[in-house]
């Protein structure tokens, strides 16, 4: 049977259509909002899956007007092709407000232009709807901007008729340990634990929500995703571009904390986690933070040879920096997860910028077979490879025989997104504003998970220095640091890239 052509409607059938709701987006005049947020939005009212009553308040620092902000976005060139009459209602639902976080007062004008838009425009007798904020600002910014939407009567929740006021934030979560848990506790302070929506972009990609179809829904799989068969497990995310416009930022992060604490260990979990109880957001999580919660901490002496770090060589002249920038811009691990079903598994992750090509990717090497009815030469190990960019498939690599001999080839079985579908998958941010909006919480992070992932991560950077972790320089668009190929290679093993 021929597959069927995949349409918006798949992406949001289990969960019913959108609510009405006000959708309020700080930072909107942002890098992350022009390239990312913005065409996300422009995408799904292309789609026709916003309802009557579902308004966009941009909100930004910039003194503008909202025809202004329309030109900014179209200057920034991320918007996607669209008809003219799904742009035009795009337009129509939203409004720019300035409103900074510098400026208290300014949450005035929010506060007053909220009340103006809620109306009773779908007549369910009431003005009361949901209020969903969304901080796509600095993490600086997000307890300040709880504690102003508080205090301006921007979270009053309308228990008498089902409504609900949610807030979503974007990475980093902190910098370290004992700041990401004084940022939950401020947050906590205006929102409960179920208001609060952590997201990682990458969660929304189809690939990794796949992974718990591949591993849970194909029975044949299940019982050799373990230490008895799997040899071990290779993380990637590299890029091909530097730090561009994000220089100031970025070099207050680094790659550790910009992608490894999040990115990666997102990945790592939801590639070594038990079965959840139940397809639900708490039983999810429960078990991506027990994998976070086994991963061995690094010490001063276990940090050696475990741990590459590097820059690539124009990094510091990039970012306009006097002297040198001792920011890492390539990280590689080793780590193992101490539990039951990984202990003695080596799990390698790798990123970094300025590589030779774009490619995120989850491989799982299995153990070599040890039959002896083929020669060991010819039998090569089964490689189970998850790429999330830049195209998203899925590619099990198995052995088969050459017509006309007795010989073994390893070749690859392919599933393919686009081709299956005859479609691309839906931007990432679109599934995560779809569960945002109603209220699913299974791609979004717990504290918990952030608490663990930062405790892992905290282990990294207060053990590395020069002796231990020194920062290797590599040329831009060549391959990584050497000691990235020593570190894997130490094993046996050698970096994989589909």
């Known amino acids: 049977m021929p597959s069927q052509p995949y349409t918006a409607s798949h992406a949001h059938e289990t969960n019913g259509p959108l609510p009405a709701a006000i959708f309020t987006v700080f930072g909107a005049t942002g890098d992350l909002s022009l390239r990312y947020i913005m065409p996300t939005l422009l995408h799904m009212e292309s789609e026709?899956?916003?309802?009557?009553?579902?308004?966009?308040?941009?909100?930004?620092?910039?003194?503008?007007?909202?025809a202004q902000f329309f030109e900014l976005l179209d200057n920034a060139g991320y918007l996607p092709e669209v008809s003219k009459e799904s742009k035009q209602r795009f337009m129509?639902?939203?409004?720019?407000?300035?409103?900074?976080?510098?400026?208290?007062?300014?949450?005035?004008?929010?506060?007053?232009?909220?009340?103006d838009r809620s109306g009773d425009p779908l007549g369910y007798g009431h003005e009361c709807f949901n209020r969903f904020y969304y901080f796509a600002v600095a993490p600086k910014y997000f307890a300040l901007g709880a504690k102003?939407?508080?205090?301006?009567?921007?979270?009053?929740?309308?228990?008498?008729?089902?409504?609900?006021?949610?807030?979503?934030?974007?990475?980093?979560?902190?910098?370290?340990?004992?700041?990401?848990?004084?940022?939950?506790?401020?947050?906590?302070?205006?929102?409960?634990?179920?208001?609060?929506?952590r997201t990682d972009h990458y969660l929304g990609k189809e690939t990794v929500q796949n992974m718990l179809v591949l591993r849970f829904a194909n029975e044949f799989l299940e019982p050799i995703w373990n230490r008895d068969y799997v040899d071990h497990v290779e993380i990637s995310m590299l890029e091909s571009d530097g730090v561009g416009?994000?220089?100031?930022?970025?070099?207050?992060?680094?790659?550790?904390?910009?992608?490894?604490?999040?990115?990666?260990?997102?990945?790592?979990a939801f590639t070594a986690m038990e079965r959840p109880a139940k397809n639900d957001a708490e039983s999810l999580r429960d078990e991506k933070c027990i994998v976070l919660k086994d991963l061995r901490p690094y010490t001063a002496k276990t940090i050696f040879g475990n741990v590459v770090r590097g820059q690539y060589q124009e990094y510091s002249k990039e970012i306009g920096k006097e002297g040198h920038s001792q920011t890492e811009t390539f990280v590689a691990i080793k780590t193992f997860i101490d539990n039951k079903r990984w202990k003695g598994v080596p799990f390698y992750l790798r990123s970094g910028k300025k590589m030779?090509?774009?490619?995120?990717?989850?491989?799982?090497?299995?153990?070599?077979?040890?039959n002896d009815l083929f020669s060991t030469e010819d039998v090569k190990p089964n490689i189970l490879s998850v790429q999330l960019q830049p195209k998203e498939k899925i590619t099990m690599r198995i052995n088969n025989k050459i017509p006309g001999a007795m010989k073994l080839h390893s070749g690859e079985l392919v599933f393919n997104y686009e081709d299956q579908f005859h479609s691309e998958a839906p931007p990432a941010y679109e599934r995560l504003f779809l569960d945002f909006f109603q209220g699913d919480q299974r791609l979004f992070i717990r504290n918990d998970e952030i608490q663990a992932a930062w405790k892992f991560v905290d282990s990294i950077?207060?053990?590395?220095?020069?002796?231990?972790?020194?920062?290797?320089?590599?040329?831009?668009?060549?391959?990584?640091?050497?000691?990235?190929?020593?570190?894997?290679?130490?094993?046996?093993?050698?970096?994989?890239?589909?």
């Not at 026709?48 to 909202?66: K, Q």
């Not at 939203?94 to 300014?106: A, K, M, Q, T």
């Not at 102003?148 to 974007?170: A, Q, V």
């Not at 979560?173 to 848990?181: E, T, Y």
């Open 356 to 370: 030779p090509k774009r490619i995120a990717e989850i491989s799982v090497h299995f153990k070599p077979n040890k």
């Open 245 to 268: 416009r994000r220089g100031a930022t970025y070099d207050a992060v680094g790659a550790l904390s910009d992608v490894v604490q999040n990115h990666l260990l997102q990945l790592l």
């Open 148 to 197: 102003y939407l508080k205090e301006h009567g921007l979270l009053e929740p309308c228990s008498e008729h089902g409504r609900t006021i949610r807030l979503m934030i974007e990475k980093p979560f902190g910098a370290d340990q004992s700041s990401a848990a004084a940022l939950d506790l401020s947050l906590l302070e205006y929102f409960t634990e179920h208001q609060i929506y």
């Open 48 to 66: 026709n899956l916003f309802p009557e009553g579902f308004a966009i308040i941009a909100a930004g620092r910039r003194e503008i007007s909202t």
């Open 461 to 498: 950077r207060d053990n590395w220095n020069s002796e231990n972790a020194p920062l290797q320089s590599y040329a831009s668009g060549q391959n990584e640091p050497q000691e990235s190929e020593k570190l894997i290679n130490s094993a046996g093993h050698s970096w994989f890239t589909n």
């Open 92 to 115: 129509r639902r939203v409004e720019y407000l300035s409103v900074s976080f510098d400026l208290p007062e300014s949450f005035d004008k929010l506060s007053r232009r909220i009340g």
